[in-house]
């Protein structure tokens, strides 16, 4: 996401890649939902949130994203 890096001149905007990787979750990118769910993962443009990581993985390992199955077994407690 080339907001969320500041990339080719971009200003560097959490917020705002944080609310585009939402709806392009919404849309049906997978893949967006498990960027989210490492956002929350991580705490990067976001308070940590283990709860809602592991909800944006299980969403994005039901639409077939294999990282986000990766990530759900790297976090299982």
Not at 59 to 64: E, T
Not at 65 to 74: I, P, Q
Request: net charge positive; charged share 25%.
């Amino acid at each position: 996401m080339l907001l969320l890096k500041g990339k080719y001149g971009l200003t560097k905007d959490d917020d705002k890649a944080f609310g585009l990787l939402v709806q392009a979750g919404e849309l049906g990118n997978v893949g967006a939902y498990n960027s989210i769910g490492s956002a929350y993962g991580l705490g990067k443009g976001v308070d940590r949130d283990a709860k809602k990581a592991k909800y944006y993985f299980d969403l994005a390992a039901i639409g077939g994203d294999a990282t986000a199955r990766y990530n759900l077994g790297v976090n299982e407690n």
